[in-house]
């Protein structure tokens, strides 16, 4: 039969050949089960303990602080009461130092009352400050011109040749006024005497004022 034996050099080169093939596949082989190895981790826990076991980390990485993950608990009974309590004293503290400096503040002073003189000019001014509170028209002037010409600035004055004399009435006072005209006109708060002359003057003034429109408006006898 023809020998098909290959020559001893061509045997050891497929020899060779054949070795490295193997040699290959065999590290290839290897390489992919130790892939296969490492890509699986040897104590793989299960998912649900995986999650479980994930800790809250903060914004800079490190594990968050327990009272950062803490529910707002209620208030206790107690701890509500002693609020209210001290929000009560502090309005009662508040109130009571209100009323303090209130209490420390004097009062304004009340205007004094206008000091009239007792004498002809104090009393036609407290008379027109009368009049000018009632509406009575009349100034100063049409005052003190017809008082001197009725009874020259003396209140007890008494004309006792007129005709109302001869009546029984008599004028009296700074402006000569009757008795039956001073209780018509006389005007309230001042004296109920007709010789006054605060009364005197206001109640002439009224009179003259209904009659004339003013004691201003008067010149002679009136």
């Known amino acids: 039969m ?8 061509a045997r ?6 054949t070795h490295k093939v193997a040699v290959a596949v065999l590290a290839a082989a290897g390489a992919t089960t130790g892939l ?15 999650s479980a076991a ?25 701890v509500a009461d002693r609020i209210k309590v001290t929000a009560v004293a502090q309005q009662g503290h508040t109130a009571e130092q209100a009323a303090s400096r209130s209490a420390e503040r004097p009062a304004a002073p ?26 009575i028209p009349g100034s100063y002037e049409g005052l003190h011109r017809n008082i001197m010409r009725e009874s020259s600035g003396n209140p007890n004055a008494v ?21 039956p005209t001073f209780d018509t006109y006389h005007v309230a708060g001042t ?8 009364a005197n003057i206001t109640a002439a003034a009224n009179y003259a004022a209904h009659r004339y429109g003013s004691i201003d408006n008067v010149n002679s006898a009136y």
């Open 159 to 179: 004309n006792d040749w007129d005709v109302n004399a001869v009546n029984g009435i008599p004028s009296k006072g700074l402006l000569q006024v009757i008795q």
């Open 2 to 9: 023809p020998s098909f034996a290959l020559p001893r050099a």
């Open 110 to 135: 009340k205007p004094a009352a206008p000091r009239y003189a007792n004498n002809l000019d104090g009393w036609i001014r407290q008379a027109l400050d009368i009049m000018k509170s009632k509406g």
């Open 36 to 50: 296969a190895v490492t890509a699986a981790p040897v104590h793989a826990a299960p998912a649900a303990h995986a």
């Open 54 to 78: 994930v800790k809250p980390v903060s914004a800079n990485g490190m594990p968050a602080k327990a009272d950062s993950a803490k529910v707002q608990r209620p208030v206790s009974a107690s």
């Open 12 to 17: 050891i080169a497929r020899v060779t050949r």
């Open 191 to 198: 004296a109920d005497n007709l010789t006054d002359p605060v």
